[in-house]
């Protein structure tokens, strides 16, 4: 069983910058964001597959949201920068363990093995 624990959450102003961490316990073959606003579904920000480095980012957060990380640390970052009051939501870090051939896949929750607990952002206006 892997462990995914986040940290980095919290509560910033509209235009402010942000980064979220996320550790696996165990080896992965891609990781990704999710975030779930209340009363909204669960939806995809952004992903990465270790093989190649490949990310891929919902438009929603196309050029204001990036993911890096190292895959043999199985450790992902989310930079959120210009946030909006409409990015706040839990943020979820998610695991596939597996391998993963088309970068679409990793928009699709069900794709996920392991999830972490979440962690709050909130931006106010």
């Known amino acids: 069983q892997v462990q995914l624990i986040e940290s980095g959450g919290g509560l910033v102003q509209a235009g402010d910058s942000l980064r979220l961490s996320c550790t696996a316990s165990g080896r992965t073959d891609a990781m990704g964001w999710f975030r779930q606003a209340p009363g909204k579904e669960r939806e995809f920000v952004t992903a990465?597959?270790?093989?190649?480095?490949?990310?891929y980012s919902g438009d929603s957060v196309e050029g204001r949201f990036t993911i890096s990380g190292d895959g043999a640390k199985n450790t992902v970052y989310l930079q959120m920068n210009s946030l909006k009051p409409e990015d706040t939501a839990v943020y979820y870090c998610?695991?596939?363990?597996?391998?993963?051939?088309?970068?679409?896949?990793?928009?699709?929750?069900?794709?996920?093995?392991?999830w972490g607990p979440g962690t709050q952002v909130t931006v106010s206006s």
């Open positions: 990465v597959r270790w093989r190649d480095g490949t990310t």
């Open positions: 998610a695991a596939v363990r597996g391998v993963v051939r088309a970068l679409v896949v990793l928009t699709n929750p069900n794709k996920y093995d392991y």
